[in-house]
């Protein structure tokens, strides 16, 4: 037992022993990208769902909180205890195993502290695919996925992580464990008890295991580039891909000239695959399960009638898979480039697809009418109303004080609810968004969300303060 661990958490370290608990340290009070940072009073690393329980009940029993964390990758400041919280971490890095896997049946049962990315690998070994695909997915737990309900590149076809779940292990804020890995498609037996853990952020209970959908495995795929003069066009030209492939378009990204700029600046080995500069680019990746769909033509012909159209100003199509990866970096080291590149103010937002123009053009209205000079600009998940937004200072100026951030941050939630938009479109809300939650969601929605917690965990042990306060 660690030489500093308070009185009241001793029993809590000697049932887990050596490698399941231990001291604070940054890695479990630091995020990723250091923005947000706290304190707790232990960290707890169990290796089964029984250990699990038994942490949540002894803190239920001893009013401590709960921090449940993954792999600390959010945006948000979900998984980070608070600054001077009398809180536990509880990692659930030590549950990595993989259950069981169905490839009749199309299912993976993984524990919560699987590695995105070796989600991924399993399914692949099995001969089929798991679509959940983000930046983080070498560090991500799938758990952390689950619980923020994160979305991704392959949103336009797949959906989001909810869409990939079928069943749920969870245990509750009084230890209990809610038994929910059913393989069912079809279950129509009352409320459908899952959701309410999925997007929750551990509000709710802590997820240990999930049971989640796999699709069979990709034969072919195509990617391009296509420089589009702008948003309204690169949608339409989405759209008519769709069509073109029988909606075999797994993915659609939209990135501006800048952003073209600071990749290649800030990213070693990264190039512009035009000769000459465009307004904007849209990176599209057409998949098929079967070799019976010829998506190389139909990719070519359907790119050839866009040029012929004005649709697309130009193309690149990918000769192989290193050039569809170098096609890929651009958009994929957009935001580590971006945190080389100085300080933004960026936020993740949505409207609905017929919107994304007019709102792009409202939003940057908006945070000109603010800073005269600043440089505002919107990117992202196109294809499902998904756009990053963020507004950097001009060069050579200062980056912006409190004040600003908050007339700022003023400007650009008020011109997304004027489109009936979300300020939280794949990041959750964590400690960050707290303000926006009570601003700018419908007071019965909050009603709802506060009876149920209240309802799970009256004593408000699980992840205390985040996402409602």
């Not at 609810?417 to 009570?438: D, L, T």
Request: proline share 6%; net charge negative; hydrophobic share 40%.
């Amino acid at each position: 037992m660690p030489d500093g661990t308070p009185s009241i958490l001793e029993p809590l370290a000697r049932q887990l022993g050596s490698g399941g608990w231990s001291e604070p340290t940054e890695r479990y009070t630091q995020d990723w990208s250091t923005k947000f940072s706290g304190s707790c009073i232990g960290v707890a690393k169990p290796s089964t769902v029984e250990e699990v329980a038994a942490v949540v009940k002894y803190c239920n029993e001893h009013r401590i909180g709960v921090v449940p964390q993954g792999g600390h990758t959010g945006l948000c400041g979900g998984a980070t205890p608070w600054p001077g919280s009398e809180t536990i971490v509880l990692s659930l890095e030590r549950m990595n195993r993989v259950r069981a896997i169905d490839t009749e049946g199309l299912t993976l049962t993984v524990e919560a502290g699987v590695i995105l990315q070796n989600v991924q690998l399993a399914a692949k070994e099995a001969g089929c695919f798991f679509p959940v695909s983000l930046g983080a997915q070498g560090s991500c737990m799938i758990g952390g996925n689950i619980s923020t309900n994160a979305g991704g590149v392959n949103v336009l076809k797949f959906g989001n992580t909810r869409d990939q779940v079928l069943g749920l292990e969870v245990v509750l804020p009084d230890g209990e464990i809610y038994h929910g890995l059913k393989r069912l498609k079809k279950d129509n037996t009352g409320y459908d008890l899952k959701h309410f853990f999925v997007g929750a952020e551990g509000t709710l209970g802590v997820i240990t295991a999930a049971t989640l959908k796999i699709y069979p495995g990709f034969v072919d795929k195509g990617t391009a580039i296509c420089a589009v003069p702008d948003m309204k066009t690169a949608l339409a030209l989405l759209n008519k891909m769709r069509a073109a492939t029988g909606d075999q378009v797994t993915a659609g990204e939209l990135i501006h000239r800048t952003h073209i700029e600071t990749v290649t600046k800030y990213i070693p080995g990264t190039r512009d695959p035009f000769e000459q500069p465009y307004p904007w680019y849209l990176i599209l990746e057409i998949s098929a399960t079967s070799k019976i769909v010829d998506i190389h033509g139909a990719i070519e012909e359907t790119l050839g009638e866009a040029l012929e159209e004005g649709l697309a100003l130009d193309v690149v199509i990918a000769q192989s898979e290193a050039q569809s990866q170098q096609i890929w970096d651009l958009r994929e080291m957009l935001p580590e480039a971006g945190r080389q590149a100085g300080p933004r103010l960026s936020h993740d937002l949505s409207v609905a697809l017929s919107d994304v123009d007019a709102f792009h053009e409202d939003f940057m209205r908006s945070c000109k009418a603010v800073v005269p000079d600043c440089f505002p600009m919107g990117f992202g998940h196109i294809g499902d109303g998904n756009l990053h937004v963020s507004v950097s200072p001009a060069p050579g100026k200062p980056y912006f004080d409190a004040e600003t951030i908050a007339r700022l941050e003023d400007a650009m939630f008020t011109s997304v609810k004027r489109f009936g938009g979300s300020f939280s479109a794949e990041h959750g809300v964590g400690s960050r968004k707290i303000p926006q939650m009570h601003a700018y969601k419908d007071p019965v929605d909050l009603k709802v969300m506060r009876a149920i917690k209240q309802a799970l965990d009256p004593n408000n042990i699980m992840n205390p303060g985040k996402v409602l306060g």
